[in-house]
């Protein structure tokens, strides 16, 4: 079994990406990614009709910086279809209530996976990952990626990856750059989000650790996942509970402020 690496390993993944992504905001996070050479997981969403995700006119050059990116060692992750977040299902992963993928029956999910990734492909691009939109996946999107020969997706609290459902889980547990001792470590990054004071304490960040960032193809080399341990299973139990109590804590306080 794969051990967990000590010290700790990084992968930074950027999210929502698609041609009206935040120009400027987006301009510094990848000059930031070029300066360090790092290799990213670059989560694309293949058709997006979210309009919190028009954000600047759309770039004409946009899927040729990602193909550019990918063939610079980036890997490509599917970001849903349309990231639209209307419906409402239980998720693998708590967090929201309305996503896109999560109780939609398995052959509309299947149907639009499939679409997602033949346009991906259309573009130039390899889509070798699964990065749902606001953590919003179940059991029939698991089937569909199977069956669509996507083994792998980036999201679960642990250490190291695991199998689950016949996938493998690359654990994403933060949404800043944090020192860690151990484990693999996801750091999941917006680039709408990424104003100057974000994209500096990456580089401050990347100046202490570029060394332990690792890439998706290096993980898919040096980890044979298995499923979770008693023990793994306990620690994933402890952390979504913490996480699921803030963010209900956090929903409360924004109900007493309205
Ligand atoms: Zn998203």
């Known amino acids: 079994m794969t051990k967990i690496p000590q010290p700790a390993q990084y992968l930074l993944r950027v999210d929502d990406l698609c041609p009206t992504v935040h120009e400027r905001r987006w301009r510094r996070l990848a000059a930031i990614i070029r300066e360090f050479g790092i290799h990213p ?32 060692g980036a890997a490509i992750a599917i970001h849903g279809y349309r990231h639209q977040c209307v419906q409402r299902g239980k998720s693998m992963l708590p967090f929201h209530s309305h996503t896109e993928f999560s109780g ?28 749902a939109p606001r953590h919003g996946f179940d059991s029939n999107t698991l089937a569909a990626l199977r069956e669509e020969g996507i083994g792998y997706l980036s999201d679960g609290m642990a250490l190291r990856p695991f199998l689950r459902e016949g996938v ?5 547990q933060i949404w800043s750059p944090v020192e860690r001792k151990k484990g693999l470590w996801t750091i999941c990054l917006h680039p709408g989000a990424t104003t100057r004071p974000v994209a500096e304490d990456l580089r401050a960040f990347l100046s202490r650790n570029a060394a332990h960032f690792t890439s998706f193809d290096r993980v898919v080399k040096d980890y044979e996942a298995h499923e979770m341990s008693a023990n793994e299973r306990i620690y994933e139990a402890a952390v979504m509970g913490r996480l699921r109590l803030r963010r209900s804590v956090k929903k409360l306080v924004r109900q007493w402020q309205a």
Do not use: H, K, T, Y
């Not at 919190?52 to 063939?71: I, V």
């Not at 493998?168 to 994403?172: A, E, L, M």
């Open 168 to 172: 493998v889980w690359i654990p994403q």
């Open 104 to 131: 939609r029956p398995a052959e509309e999910q299947r149907q639009m996976l499939r679409m997602g990734l033949e346009m991906l492909r259309a573009e130039g691009l390899n889509p070798r990952l699964w990065v």
């Open 41 to 72: 997981i670059l989560a694309v969403v293949p058709d997006n009709q979210d309009s919190e995700l028009r954000n600047s006119p759309p770039d004409p050059a946009f899927w040729a910086q990602m193909r550019a990116m990918q063939a610079a």
